[in-house]
C-alpha cells in the first residue's frame, strides 16, 4: 500500500469527495444533550455498497439498509446514536423504515434510495416522535463545509473519546479522485465485519460490482483485522458511496489506475480501523500484531487475531510486562499451522524469543518501550509466505468501569 500512489489530504472528511455534504444535531435520544442524529446526502444517486456483521443476531436497521441497496445505489444515510435499534421485535423494524421514509421525504429522495443506521443500547425502543422531529431538522443542517462533517462526526459517537475521519486523493485518468471516511467505534469491536458504523464518500465513477468487491477485500485485511474486546455488535455496518462526479472514465480491476484507487481507498479504511483500536473502550495504548511466515496469509490472519484478542497479552500490554509467553501461548491456541520450534518473537525492536527458545533481553529497555502509546509485537513462523496485522488495545480497568456502568 505505497502512499506514493495517493495523497491524505489534511483537513479533509466526508464532504471533502464531490457532490457530498452531512450534517448533525441532537433530538433528544442521548441525555448528554450531545449530537445523536446526522446524515449524509449526495446531490446525486450515488453508486454504493455495504458490508455488514455476521453477528447472526441483527438489528433493524440492517434489513432496511440491506433493501435499499438492492440496486447498488443510495443518495442519503440516515444515522442515530444512543439507540440501536436492536432486538426490538415488529416495532423496531417499523421504525427503522419510518426512519427511511421520513428523511426520503425531507430530503426529497425516493425511499429506497435512503440507508438507515443505529448505534447505542440494545433491546429499547426508539423515541421515534424525538426522531422524526429531527429527520425534519437535519435538511437545514446538511452542509458542504467542515461543520457538516464535524457535526455527522459527533452525531454517530456513543463511548467514543474521539471522531474518526480521513481523506486521500488519488490521480485516476489524468483527474483528481477524493476518497474519505468516517467512522465510530470503541466498544463491542471484534468485527466480522463492532459497536462498529463506518461511511466512506468518493467522487469517482466506479462500477457497482467493482465497489463492493474491493470494500469486502479491504474489509478483510482492516476493519475485520481489529479487535477491542471479541464481542462482535448486532448493527456493525460499512457504507461507501461514489457519486462519480469527478469524471473520471468507471473505474473496474481492469483499469490502469485501479491499482492506486484501491490502495487509496483501503487506506482510509485501514487508518479508521487503527483508530478504532486506539479508541478502545478504557484503552491507553494502540497494540499492533505482526505476523510473518504463516502457510497462508488467511493462516496469518487468524493467529494475528487470536493474539491481538488474547486478554492475557491485552492485559500485560497495559502493565508494561514484557510476557511474550503469553503470546506464544496465543499463537500455539490459534488452530492454525505452527511449528513449535521455529518461532520468533518482537516486542518493539527487542527481540525476546528466536527458534522458540528464549533470547536474554533488557527488562528495563522493554518496560518503557511497552509504557509507549503504541506496542508492535512481531511473530515470525518461518513456515511459509503467510503475513497479516491486526490491530487492538490494551485491557484497562476503565473498561469494566465503563461497560458496568453502559445503560446507566
Given at each position: 500500500?505505497?502512499?506514493?500512489?495517493?495523497?491524505?489530504?489534511?483537513?479533509?472528511?466526508?464532504?471533502?469527495?464531490?457532490?457530498?455534504?452531512?450534517?448533525?444535531?441532537?433530538?433528544?435520544?442521548?441525555?448528554?444533550?450531545?449530537?445523536?442524529?446526522?446524515?449524509?446526502?449526495?446531490?446525486?444517486?450515488?453508486?454504493?455498497?455495504?458490508?455488514?456483521?455476521?453477528?447472526?443476531?441483527?438489528?433493524?436497521?440492517?434489513?432496511?439498509?440491506?433493501?435499499?441497496?438492492?440496486?447498488?445505489?443510495?443518495?442519503?444515510?440516515?444515522?442515530?446514536?444512543?439507540?440501536?435499534?436492536?432486538?426490538?421485535?415488529?416495532?423496531?423494524?417499523?421504525?427503522?423504515?419510518?426512519?427511511?421514509?421520513?428523511?426520503?421525504?425531507?430530503?426529497?429522495v425516493a425511499e429506497q434510495d435512503v440507508?438507515?443506521?443505529?448505534?447505542?443500547?440494545?433491546?429499547?425502543?426508539?423515541?421515534?416522535?424525538?426522531?422524526?422531529?429531527?429527520?425534519?431538522?437535519?435538511?437545514?443542517?446538511?452542509?458542504?463545509?467542515?461543520?457538516?462533517?464535524?457535526?455527522?462526526?459527533?452525531?454517530?459517537?456513543?463511548?467514543?473519546?474521539?471522531?474518526?475521519?480521513?481523506?486521500?486523493?488519488?490521480?485516476?485518468?489524468?483527474?483528481?479522485?477524493?476518497?474519505?471516511?468516517?467512522?465510530?467505534?470503541?466498544?463491542?469491536?471484534?468485527?466480522?465485519?463492532?459497536?462498529?458504523?463506518?461511511?466512506?464518500?468518493?467522487?469517482?465513477?466506479i462500477e457497482a460490482g467493482a465497489l463492493?468487491?474491493?470494500?469486502?477485500?479491504?474489509?478483510?485485511?482492516?476493519?475485520?483485522?481489529?479487535?477491542?474486546?471479541?464481542?462482535?455488535?448486532?448493527?456493525?455496518?460499512?457504507?461507501?458511496?461514489?457519486?462519480?462526479?469527478?469524471?473520471?472514465?468507471?473505474?473496474?480491476?481492469?483499469?490502469?489506475?485501479?491499482?492506486?484507487?484501491?490502495?487509496?481507498?483501503?487506506?482510509?479504511?485501514?487508518?479508521?480501523?487503527?483508530?478504532?483500536?486506539?479508541?478502545?473502550?478504557?484503552?491507553?495504548?494502540?497494540?499492533?500484531?505482526?505476523?510473518?511466515?504463516?502457510?497462508?496469509?488467511?493462516?496469518?490472519?487468524?493467529?494475528?487475531?487470536?493474539?491481538?484478542?488474547?486478554?492475557?497479552?491485552?492485559?500485560?500490554?497495559?502493565?508494561?510486562?514484557?510476557?511474550?509467553?503469553?503470546?506464544?501461548?496465543?499463537?500455539?491456541?490459534?488452530?492454525?499451522?505452527?511449528?513449535?520450534?521455529?518461532?520468533?518473537?518482537?516486542?518493539?525492536?527487542?527481540?525476546?524469543?528466536?527458534?522458540?527458545?528464549?533470547?536474554?533481553?533488557?527488562?528495563?529497555?522493554?518496560?518503557?518501550?511497552?509504557?509507549?502509546?503504541?506496542?508492535?509485537?512481531?511473530?515470525?513462523?518461518?513456515?511459509?509466505?503467510?503475513?497479516?496485522?491486526a490491530w487492538g488495545c490494551d485491557l484497562?480497568?476503565?473498561?469494566?468501569?465503563?461497560?458496568?456502568?453502559?445503560?446507566?
Amino acid at each position: 500500500m505505497g502512499q506514493s500512489k495517493f495523497t491524505a489530504v489534511q483537513g479533509g472528511s466526508i464532504i471533502t469527495p464531490k457532490g457530498f455534504s452531512a450534517g448533525g444535531l441532537h433530538c433528544g435520544l442521548k441525555k448528554s444533550g450531545r449530537h445523536d442524529l446526522g446524515a449524509i446526502f449526495c446531490e446525486v444517486p450515488a453508486v454504493a455498497a455495504a458490508v455488514y456483521t455476521t453477528n447472526l443476531i441483527q438489528a433493524a436497521p440492517l434489513k432496511v439498509t440491506r433493501e435499499s441497496l438492492q440496486d447498488g445505489r443510495l443518495q442519503a444515510v440516515v444515522v442515530n446514536s444512543g439507540n440501536a435499534n436492536a432486538c426490538t421485535g415488529k416495532q423496531g423494524e417499523e421504525d427503522a423504515y419510518t426512519m427511511r421514509a421520513e428523511a426520503a421525504r425531507h430530503l426529497g429522495v425516493a425511499e429506497q434510495d435512503v440507508a438507515v443506521a443505529s448505534t447505542g443500547v440494545i433491546g429499547e425502543l426508539l423515541k421515534m416522535d424525538r426522531v422524526t422531529e429531527g429527520i425534519a431538522g437535519l435538511p437545514d443542517r446538511l452542509s458542504g463545509e467542515a461543520s457538516g462533517a464535524e457535526d455527522f462526526s459527533q452525531a454517530i459517537l456513543t463511548t467514543d473519546l474521539v471522531k474518526k475521519e480521513a481523506c486521500v486523493s488519488v490521480v485516476v485518468n489524468g483527474k483528481d479522485v477524493t476518497i474519505a471516511g468516517a467512522a465510530k467505534g470503541s466498544g463491542m469491536i471484534h468485527p466480522n465485519m463492532a459497536t462498529m458504523l463506518a461511511f466512506m464518500t468518493t467522487d469517482a465513477a466506479i462500477e457497482a460490482g467493482a465497489l463492493q468487491q474491493l470494500l469486502r477485500q479491504a474489509t478483510d485485511v482492516t476493519f475485520n483485522m481489529i479487535t477491542v474486546d471479541g464481542d462482535t455488535s448486532t448493527n456493525d455496518m460499512l457504507i461507501a458511496m461514489a457519486s462519480g462526479l469527478a469524471g473520471n472514465e468507471a473505474l473496474h480491476p481492469a483499469h490502469p489506475d485501479w491499482e492506486a484507487f484501491a490502495a487509496g481507498f483501503t487506506y482510509i479504511c485501514q487508518v479508521l480501523a487503527q483508530a478504532i483500536a486506539r479508541d478502545g473502550e478504557g484503552a491507553t495504548k494502540l497494540v499492533e500484531v505482526q505476523v510473518n511466515g504463516a502457510v497462508s496469509d488467511a493462516s496469518a490472519r487468524a493467529i494475528a487475531k487470536t493474539v491481538i484478542g488474547s486478554s492475557l497479552v491485552k492485559s500485560a500490554v497495559f502493565g508494561a510486562d514484557a510476557n511474550w509467553g503469553r503470546v506464544i501461548a496465543a499463537v500455539g491456541r490459534a488452530g492454525e499451522p505452527v511449528n513449535p520450534e521455529t518461532v520468533d518473537i518482537q516486542i518493539g525492536h527487542i527481540s525476546v524469543l528466536e527458534g522458540s527458545r528464549p533470547v536474554a533481553f533488557d527488562e528495563e529497555e522493554a518496560l518503557q518501550y511497552l509504557k509507549g502509546d503504541t506496542v508492535r509485537i512481531a511473530v515470525d513462523l518461518h513456515q511459509g509466505e503467510g503475513r497479516a496485522t491486526a490491530w487492538g488495545c490494551d485491557l484497562t480497568y476503565d473498561y469494566v468501569r465503563i461497560n458496568a456502568a453502559y445503560r446507566t
